[in-house]
């Protein structure tokens, strides 16, 4: 099934997003043999080009390898993934409390919100 896209967005950056998003969450382990481009764009519904430029920019990041003779892979330093992860989640939760706070949210009502509704989110609602 085609990946989903956002049209006021390049479709390359949505494809390392989706695609860091997958290495944050442990879909992609460190050391994974990523998919050929083929393969991945096949999936994604996307030009092969489009998906060797968002492997490229990931690749500039140091967070996919590539191996001459065996392909790409994930990274196995768990601290590049773990800043990887702690800047994705910085950004998100930065940009919600904007929201909030523009919209009148104190502190102490944005966490009363969080805990209220934290469990109730199952990890395939995401």
Known sequence: MPWEFD?????????????KKKIISGALKGGDKMQSVRDLAQEAGVNPNTMQKALMEIEKQGLIITERTSG????????KIQRLKDSFFELKIKSLISEFVELGCSKQDLYALIEKHFDGVKKDDK
Request: charged share 35%; hydrophobic share 25%.
């Open 7 to 19: 049209n006021s967005k390049p479709i390359y950056t949505q494809i390392e997003e989706e695609i």
């Open 72 to 79: 790409r892979f994930v990274t196995s330093d768990s601290e």
